[in-house]
């Protein structure tokens, strides 16, 4: 036994169970490299914690608004989850942060307040406040305005905005008429007194210096995360000037682009915001705009005041009831105009609602176009209407329109409930068209005179036009004209009998293509010449031109009988020169009856005449021919 037979001997003993072992081979495999992605998994989900971080720097890094977008659900669902479970743990986590704040803000508010009432018990009960409240009573202005106007005189000679960490003077503002001061030694100044007040008096709340006495000028020191604000300030400020000056230190803040980032002086959109925010004249206009308010007029200015804001009150009460009253006027000037619809009234209450009350046709156009049309607008319009019948003009010719559906060529119009009718209609629709147009509600009369049947749009329905004919219809006269065939023009004939719209007609100009054919035949015929070799013996090719005229004389009965008429068929013997004018008379008789004879051989039951006339009476008899003809026409006194 050879290997190979061997081997296809063990195919076929063993090949199901070697074919089993294959198959349990390869699910091995497969559980194999699916434990070892298992274990993969197994070690990313170990190392997570110690790579989260690094992944999202490196996210934040690569594509940090994404990122952002992609946390912030669950961040804000996990702290919203850890408020409602843990509540005090929030509040004694963020109560450090939170308190210094509601402090900070509550003193600034009192301090607010004591100044104010320091101001006013002051100048109370001195010359000044003496002087003050008759200056109130000769201005006609509140005490109080007139207080607030003299204890705002204040001004800002210096700012300094200030980097907090590194003392450096970041922008800074001073009046025009004053010297410069030495921006470093000022902050240097002022950030070593700051520091010096917190350590002295040993403050964990992070508050520090907040004014200071230089002189003539109040120093104003407001603190920020990263820069700090130094004004220098003549008089007595309000309190709205430190809230301002707050406001735009934090605006300040939120300009910078990274929190983080160090601040470059050199920056021109920084140094754009510094300037804008940190402007003189800005912060005082801000200030005064928001404390204070000018003086009144004179005494004589608050009664010509009322006396206008009386006179106004007046006018625009006038104006607003005149602006109504036309309105409303418009509006029933339109409504009664309005083609069918009947005005009763108009219930109103003004600018709130009107209500219209009155009778409307069906074939009446929307009353909202009416309203659109007077432009009324101000209130909200009610219809009340009921449904009668209209007999305005237009709304007739509505309803016959309607009811009538008169063909586009018909055109309607209506006076004094009388309607009329004119143009061109179909004469189907003609005949009926007065006694249904007088059973339209409102029409007292009809008047038809001016229609005109359509006898033309009706023959057309009826049978037919051709192309090539042309139907006119004027005076009840019908003219025809063009070429068609005998049979339509039988059928026009007939339908033109009953058609007593038609007193005359015209069809001299109306030919039948079967007349046009047979002409045309007649005359091929005319110069059909059978050829003779001598006297009664036909040429040898005289068969060919017999034959066709055999096929004449058939096509020739064919279109007699289309035309309704007889063929009149006649043979014409022809001779030459040579011979004796009785010699050749009838030698041309003979030649006559031989092709009658032949004709009637082809075509049985043939008439056919054997025409001999003198030749001064027909010059066809007179042509100098060895030949015959067959001459067509249709037998006289024949009716189409």
Do not use: C
Not at 8 to 31: P, Q, S, V
Not at 480 to 507: C, H, K, N, T, Y
């Amino acid at each position: 036994m050879s290997e190979s037979e061997f081997e296809r001997l063990k195919d076929l003993l063993l090949g199901a169970e070697r074919a089993a072992l294959d198959a349990h081979a390869a699910r091995l495999a497969d559980l194999e490299r699916e434990r070892q992605r298992i274990a993969v998994l197994e070690q990313a989900r170990k190392d997570l914690p110690r790579r989260l971080p690094q992944l999202l720097e490196r996210a934040g890094q690569e594509d940090g608004p994404r990122l952002a977008r992609a946390l912030s659900e669950p961040v804000a669902s996990a702290l919203g989850g850890a408020v409602r479970k843990q509540r005090q743990a929030i509040v004694d986590a963020l109560f450090p942060v939170i308190g210094p704040i509601i402090r900070k803000a509550i003193a600034e508010s009192l301090r607010a307040l004591v100044g104010d009432l320091n101001r006013a018990l002051e100048s109370s009960f001195t010359p000044r406040g003496l002087r003050w409240r008759f200056e109130a009573w000769r201005t006609g202005a509140s005490y109080a305005e007139v207080v607030l106007q003299h204890t705002m005189r204040f001004r800002i000679d210096h700012l300094f905005l200030i980097e907090r960490e590194s003392g450096l003077v970041m922008h800074r503002e001073s009046a025009p008429d004053l010297p410069d001061l030495d921006s470093d030694a000022i902050s240097g100044m002022l950030t070593a007194l700051g520091e010096f007040v917190k350590d002295s008096v040993g403050r964990t709340d992070g508050a520090g210096l907040e004014s200071a006495r230089v002189g003539e000028h109040l120093v104003m020191l407001l603190e920020g995360p990263r820069l700090n604000l130094a004004a220098f300030v003549r008089g007595a400020p309000p309190p709205a000037l430190r809230e301002s000056l707050q406001l735009r230190l934090e605006s300040i803040h939120a300009r910078l682009a990274d929190p983080l980032a160090p601040i470059d002086a050199r920056d021109s959109d920084l140094g754009l915001a510094f300037a804008e925010q940190l402007s003189l004249q800005t912060v005082d206009d801000a200030v005064r705009q928001r404390d204070g308010r000018p003086m009144t007029s004179p005494s004589r200015l608050p009664l010509a005041i009322a006396a206008g804001l009386v006179v106004a009150l007046l006018g625009g009460l006038w104006l607003r009831e005149w602006t109504w009253t036309r309105r409303i006027a418009r509006l029933e000037a339109v409504l009664q105009d309005w083609p069918g619809f009947y005005l009763q009234g108009l219930d109103a209450d003004p600018w709130d609602w009107v209500r219209v009350r009155g009778l409307v046709d069906p074939q009446a156009e929307p009353l909202r176009l009416a309203q659109a049309q007077a432009d009324f607008r101000g209130a909200d319009l009610v219809y009340d209407v009921k449904g009668f019948v209209s007999n305005d003009a237009e709304m007739l010719v509505r309803r016959a329109r309607t009811l009538l559906t008169p063909p586009p060529e018909v055109q309607v119009s209506a006076r004094a409930g009388v309607l009329s009718l004119s143009g061109t209609a179909p004469i189907a629709w003609a005949e009926d068209v007065a006694g249904r147009a007088a059973a339209i509600p409102g029409v007292v009369g009809v008047d038809a005179s001016g229609l005109q049947p359509d006898v033309v749009g009706t023959l057309a329905a009826r049978i037919g036009i051709p192309d090539g004919v042309a139907l006119d219809f004027a005076r009840r006269k019908l003219t025809v004209r063009g070429a068609a065939s005998q049979e339509w023009i039988a059928s026009l004939g007939a339908a033109v009998e009953r058609l007593p719209q038609v007193r005359e007609r015209d069809f001299s100009a109306l030919v039948a293509t079967e007349r046009m054919l047979f002409d045309g035949l007649v005359a091929r015929m005319d110069v059909l010449d059978i050829p003779f070799s001598d006297e009664t013996e036909p040429a040898a090719a005289a068969r060919g031109e017999l034959d066709g005229a055999v096929v004449g004389v058939r096509r020739g009965l064919e279109l007699a009988t289309l035309l309704g008429r007889t063929l009149q068929v006649r043979t014409l013997g022809l001779t030459d020169e040579v011979g004796t004018e009785a010699y050749n008379r009838d030698l041309r008789e003979r030649r006559a009856r031989w092709l009658a004879e032949a004709l009637r051989r082809e075509v049985p039951d043939l008439e056919v005449e054997a025409y001999t006339p003198d030749p001064s009476v027909d010059p066809r008899a007179a042509q100098k021919r060895r030949a015959a003809r067959v001459l067509l026409s249709l037998r006289e006194g024949d009716t189409p």
